[in-house]
C-alpha cells in the first residue's frame, strides 16, 4: 500500500501532467492486470518507408543519442563517443570521454543530456568501471566544449558486489519530472533483484546532482536503499519517457535458460515502489505484489532500446512504441491506447541482423543502430551499421 501512495503523491504532487494522472492511477491498473494479453498483428506499414544505410564500420554501439541542434550522438561500446552531423559519421570521436572497462556486456554504455542541454551543454554518461569487488556502471556528467568533454561530477559511482560481466542494464533517461532514472541488470544473480539493499536489478531515480529525491518511493525505511524507483528487475536495455503523459517505459530481458527457461522478454510500465518480479515470478506466472508486463515474449528476441514516435513523418506511427531487438533480429512497434497495447508491427526482421538501439532525429525520421560485432553477434566485415527509416514518396 505505501507504494501505492507513493504513486498517487506523485500525481499529486504534479510530476506528471494532470490529464494523464485523471484517466489512470497506474498503480491500480497495473496491479489489475493478472498476465499480458495476446497483441494482434497491425496492418503493416512496411510499403510505407525506406532504409537507407547512413554509416558502416561502427563497432559494439550502444546507443543512439539525438541532439537538438540536429546531431546524433552514438556511443560504441570500446569507449568511444562519436557524432553524426548532416547525415556523416564523423571520422575522430568526442574526446574526454573516460576509461572504461570494456569487457563482457560493460563499456561505454548510455547516454542522455541534460533537459536544458541546448543551454547548458551538459551530458550524462553510463559505463562500467573495475573495482575491487568487480565490475559496476558508473554515471557521470560532462559539460560539452568545442574540446570535447570536461568531467563536471560523477552523479553515480556505482554498485559492486558481482565478478559478473554481464547484466549492468543499461539506460539512463531524464523523466518528464526532471529526475535521472537509470536501470541496472541484476548482475546474472537474480536475489539481486529482490534485495531492496542492493541497487543492482533496479530502476534508480536520482536528483540531476545524483543527490537522492526526498519523494523517492523507499526514503525513510531502514531496510531499503532510497535510490530505489522500481526492484524486481532482470536486466532492463531499454527505457522510454512517453511524450503526453510522462510514463516510464522498459524493455527488460527474460531468462535465458541458465536461471530459468528462455523467454519471457517483457515490456514494462514503471510506477513507484513497483516490484517487478524477478526472480520470484516471470514469463506469464502471476504472483501477489508484482506487476506483470505490458507484453511478454517467448521465445527470447532480447529487446534493448526503445522510443516512442512523435515526428510527423510518418503519420500511422504517431504516439506507437518502438523497440529494438537484438535475438529477434527486428523493430517491434506497439501500438498504445493509454497505456494498453491494442496491436504490434515487426519491422526490419531478419533483413540488418541484430538491432540495439532506435532514436528518432529531431528530423522525425527513426535512426536505428545494430549489434553483430559484440561478443554475441556473429561479427560483420563492414562493421555494424547505423540506419535510417525514410517515407516512401
Ligand atoms: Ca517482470
Not at 536486466?235 to 527474460?254: C, D, K, L, R, Y
Not at 511478454?296 to 529487446?303: D, F, L, M, S, V
Amino acid at each position: 500500500m505505501k507504494a501505492a501512495a507513493c504513486i498517487l503523491g506523485f500525481l499529486l504532487a504534479g510530476a506528471l501532467p494532470a490529464p494523464a494522472a485523471d484517466a489512470y492511477n497506474l498503480f491500480a491498473w497495473l496491479s489489475a492486470r493478472l498476465a499480458p494479453q495476446d497483441l494482434a498483428r497491425l496492418a503493416s506499414s512496411a510499403d510505407t518507408f525506406r532504409v537507407e544505410t547512413l554509416a558502416e564500420g561502427l563497432e559494439s554501439p550502444w546507443a543512439i543519442v539525438p541532439a537538438p541542434d540536429g546531431r546524433l550522438f552514438i556511443t560504441e561500446r570500446p569507449g568511444r563517443l562519436r557524432v553524426v552531423r548532416n547525415g556523416v559519421l564523423l571520422p575522430e570521436p568526442v574526446a574526454g570521454v573516460p576509461p572504461v572497462a570494456y569487457r563482457g556486456q560493460g563499456g561505454l554504455l548510455d547516454m542522455t543530456l541534460h533537459p536544458d542541454y541546448a543551454q547548458n551543454r551538459l551530458v550524462y554518461l553510463a559505463y562500467t568501471v573495475d573495482a575491487p569487488q568487480g565490475m559496476m556502471t558508473r554515471v557521470a556528467r560532462f559539460e560539452e566544449t568545442p574540446a570535447g568533454l570536461r568531467p563536471v561530477a560523477v552523479v553515480f559511482a556505482g554498485f559492486p558486489g558481482s565478478d559478473k560481466s554481464k547484466h549492468f542494464g543499461c539506460r539512463i533517461r531524464f523523466g518528464a519530472d526532471r529526475k535521472l532514472y537509470l536501470t541496472l541488470g541484476e548482475r546474472g544473480e537474480g536475489r539481486r533483484a529482490q534485495d531492496l539493499m542492493d541497487l543492482n536489478g533496479k530502476t534508480l531515480r536520482l536528483n540531476e546532482d545524483g543527490t537522492v529525491p526526498v519523494d523517492n518511493p523507499f526514503v525513510g525505511r531502514a531496510d531499503a536503499r532510497p535510490e530505489i524507483f522500481t526492484y524486481g528487475n532482470r536486466n532492463s536495455q531499454g527505457m522510454a519517457v512517453h511524450p503526453q503523459t510522462g510514463w516510464i517505459f522498459q524493455t527488460e530481458h527474460g531468462p535465458s535458460w541458465n536461471d530459468a527457461p528462455g523467454g519471457g522478454d517483457e515490456v514494462n510500465l514503471m510506477v513507484a515502489g513497483g516490484n517487478y518480479g524477478w526472480p520470484l515470478a516471470h514469463h506469464r506466472a502471476t504472483r501477489e505484489g508484482t506487476v506483470a508486463p505490458l507484453a511478454e515474449y517467448t521465445p527470447a528476441i532480447a529487446p534493448a532500446g526503445c522510443t516512442f514516435y512523435t515526428g510527423g513523418q510518418f503519420q500511422a506511427w504517431s504516439g506507437d512504441f518502438f523497440f529494438a531487438n537484438l535475438v529477434g533480429k527486428k523493430l517491434v512497434r506497439l501500438k498504445l491506447d493509454g497505456p494498453r497495447p491494442t496491436g504490434q508491427e515487426f519491422l526490419l526482421e531478419n533483413a540488418y541482423g541484430r538491432l540495439r538501439d532506435v532514436a528518432q532525429g529531431p528530423d522525425g525520421l527513426l535512426y536505428v543502430i545494430t549489434s553483430d560485432t559484440d561478443a554475441y553477434g556473429p561479427g560483420r566485415a563492414g562493421g555494424d551499421r547505423l540506419l535510417r527509416l525514410v517515407p516512401r514518396p
